[in-house]
């Protein structure tokens, strides 16, 4: 979706070998690339969240040998539609400050507590973004791994 702005949920079905889970093991779910902030959860368990680099969860604990239920949800920023939005017929007044513009004053529409005329989801006092900006990546870019790593005791 181009304009999109929320949350979008991923699920799928893996299979994780017995070999992965074996003791002294730990299993990581990687992410790769994820714009903005992932909640990971394994078999209905919530593993928390991921919100910077590296997009990596420990999911031995929540993973068992064989399907596993796997779902990542994806929260982006406004940005995206804001700028979707702003492709639409004006509904307000905008004045220019420092690195972008204001609202003038308020519309009619919001002061009478109506929807947006022009059928625009979002409304700010603030325009940062405009039509002519560029969409920011969003979502689970990946590639999502499966890493198995080997647990070692010091001493």
């Known amino acids: 979706v181009k304009y999109f702005s929320g949350t979008a949920t991923y699920r799928r079905r893996m299979d994780v070998s017995p070999e992965m889970l074996r003791a002294n ?9 994820v714009h903005v902030i ?24 929540a993973a ?10 994806v929260v ?17 007044e905008w004045k220019p400050k420092l690195w972008s513009e204001v609202l003038a004053r308020y519309p ?19 325009r940062h973004w405009t039509k002519n900006d560029p969409l920011l990546e969003s979502g689970l870019l990946g590639p999502v791994r499966l890493v198995p790593a080997a647990r070692l005791t010091a001493g």
Do not use: M
Not at 64 to 72: K, Q, T
Not at 82 to 91: F, Y
């Open 108 to 126: 009619q529409w919001l002061l009478e507590n109506k929807p947006q005329p022009n059928g625009a989801v979002t409304f700010t006092t603030w």
């Open 38 to 61: 992932a909640e990971v959860r394994l078999n209905g368990r919530d593993l928390g969240l991921v919100w910077k680099p590296p997009y990596r969860v420990d999911i031995t604990e």
């Open 64 to 73: 068992r040998p064989g399907a596993n239920d796997l779902e990542i949800s």
């Open 25 to 33: 093991r730990r299993l990581y779910l990687d992410l790769g690339s």
């Open 76 to 92: 982006n920023l406004w940005p995206n539609r804001l700028i979707g939005d702003d492709h639409l017929p004006p509904d307000c």
